[in-house]
Nanobody
Framework: QVQLVESGGGLVQAGGSLRLSCAASVRTSSSYGMGWFRQAPGKEREFVAAISWSGRSTSYAGSVKGRFTISRDNAKNTVYLQMNSLKPEDTGVYYC?????????????WGQGTQVTVSS
């Protein structure tokens, strides 16, 4: 069982930055791919970014590419999402998730989420 705990959310003005962290209860270097997702009020949860277990491969949703950066520190069992140039449409609950297949298509474990609010 993998437990994930997100932190770092908050209220920020448009154009500002936040860094989200996701701490895992197990060694993330044990071949878990990791991803960030978000859910805005009244909308379905959507993919934001993903990173392979080694950190060598990353992918992003088109809406955040060039503004967000996903990274991981396997020694700390932590995954990060650096969010720059934030926009009001980035508002939502951000979730991290773990993919035991490392293929980016099966996220079996989810955190409780952290709220990000971007004011205009």
């Amino acid at each position: 069982q993998v437990q994930l705990v997100e932190s770092g959310g908050g209220l920020v003005q448009a154009g500002g930055s936040l860094r989200l962290s996701c701490a895992a209860s197990v060694r993330t270097s044990s071949s878990y791919g990791m991803g960030w997702f978000r859910q805005a009020p009244g909308k379905e949860r959507e993919f934001v970014a993903a990173i392979s277990w080694s950190g060598r491969s990353t992918s992003y949703a088109g809406s955040v590419k060039g503004r967000f950066t996903i990274s991981r520190d396997n020694a700390k069992n932590t995954v990060y999402l650096q969010m720059n140039s934030l926009k009001p449409e980035d508002t939502g609950v951000y979730y991290c998730a773990a993919d035991p297949t490392n293929r980016g298509n099966r996220y079996d474990y989810w955190g409780q989420g952290t709220q990000v609010t971007v004011s205009s």
